[in-house]
Nanobody
C-alpha cells in the first residue's frame, strides 16, 4: 500500500506562482507513475498532468504552458509548479500514484486564487 500527502496549497493572488508537493510513503517501490488532478465542489475531478512512459510530461490544455510537473519515483515525491495562476485554478488539488493493479489518492490540498 501507498499513502500520499499533498501540501503547499494556500491563498494566492492572480498571476502569482505556487508549488504543490506530494510525498508517498509505504511501498514506494511499487509506484509506476504520479499524476495530478483537481476537483472543485460540484464538479468532476479534472486531470492536470502526468508523465508518460517515455518520460514526456502530458498536461491538460487548461494548464499547458503554466504548470510543470516533476517526479522522483525513487524518493516517492512529485511536485506541481504552477505559474500565472488564475481564479479558475481555485480548487482542491490531488496527486495520485499508479501501482500494479491499482491507484492511490492523497487527501488533497486547497488552492485559492483571489485578489
Amino acid at each position: 500500500q501507498v499513502q500520499l500527502v499533498e501540501s503547499g496549497g494556500t491563498l494566492v493572488r492572480p498571476g502569482e506562482s505556487l508549488t504543490l508537493s506530494c510525498v508517498a510513503t509505504g511501498d514506494i517501490t511499487s509506484i509506476q507513475n504520479f499524476g495530478w488532478y483537481r476537483q472543485s465542489p460540484g464538479e468532476l475531478r479534472e486531470f492536470l498532468a502526468f508523465i508518460a512512459r517515455d518520460g514526456s510530461p502530458q498536461y491538460a490544455p487548461s494548464v499547458q504552458g503554466r504548470f510543470t510537473m516533476s517526479m522522483d519515483k525513487a524518493k516517492g515525491t512529485s511536485h506541481l509548479q504552477m505559474n500565472d495562476l488564475k481564479p479558475d485554478d481555485t480548487s482542491i488539488y490531488y496527486c495520485n500514484v499508479a501501482v500494479p493493479g491499482s491507484f492511490y489518492w492523497g487527501q488533497g490540498t486547497q488552492v485559492t486564487v483571489s485578489s
